[in-house]
């Protein structure tokens, strides 16, 4: 597959990935692990609020994705969001973890085929 269809496929594909997590399983509360990894960390009283709120951000982080701008600090602020949120679930909740603890692994993977396709995949053309 051509680089510049590579590249495109895996923008969509992270794309969709913030967008099933914001939209599906936070705002529209399909997944209630969600709002229970809130409750445990920030406590119950908001949590269904601060769970929704996150979703609308996850659904931002897609359109940003989509719209391509400043990608390369969208690609940073995804690994960041990304791996801060999983390192304090792995500490705090580990239980409420779709694979446990080992879901830390699978967000470094994403982190690492994030940076890969921002910064070594993406063809010259489209810089």
Request: hydrophobic share 60%; with cysteine; aromatic share 18%.
């Amino acid at each position: 597959m051509h680089a510049q269809n590579l590249y495109r496929f895996f923008r969509f594909l992270f794309a969709i990935i913030w967008l099933v997590n914001g939209l599906i399983c936070k705002v529209f509360g399909l997944v209630p692990r969600h709002e229970a990894i809130v409750s445990n960390i920030l406590g119950s009283t908001y949590a269904g609020f601060f769970t929704m709120l996150i979703g609308f951000a996850e659904i931002g982080m897609a359109i940003w994705i989509w719209i391509g701008f400043l990608p390369r600090f969208n690609a940073w602020t995804q690994i960041i969001i990304i791996m801060t949120m999983n390192i304090m679930e792995w500490m705090l909740v580990p239980d409420l973890l779709l694979w446990g603890r080992f879901n830390l692994v699978f967000s470094a993977l994403l982190c690492a085929t994030i940076y890969y396709v921002e910064f070594k995949l993406k063809p010259k053309s489209i810089r």
